[in-house]
């Protein structure tokens, strides 16, 4: 993707590997799974990802990780022991 362009509507796998800093097959993965949204273009089947359902993937991972840390609080055990010794 050149830089300094306006994003394209749709994006390759690869893209969005690039984006979200992962694997190709990683992303092949969400697309399988259906957690990321994607289309077949064409006769061979290539794999595309519009940009706003990246968009909306990245923000649902920002809403699921808040509320798995709002579940999961994180507890420094070594701050504690030292607490409980004064």
Do not use: K
């Amino acid at each position: 993707m050149p830089v300094g362009s306006e994003s394209p509507r749709f994006l390759r796998l690869s893209d969005v590997a690039d984006i979200l800093n992962v694997s190709e097959r990683q992303v092949y993965a969400l697309v399988r799974r259906g957690d990321l949204p994607a289309i077949r273009v064409g006769g061979r089947g290539v794999w595309r990802v519009e940009s706003e359902a990246l968009e909306r993937y990245i923000a649902d991972q920002y809403a699921a990780t808040r509320d798995h840390i709002a579940a999961h609080p994180f507890v420094d055990e070594d701050s504690d022991a030292l607490n409980a010794d004064t």
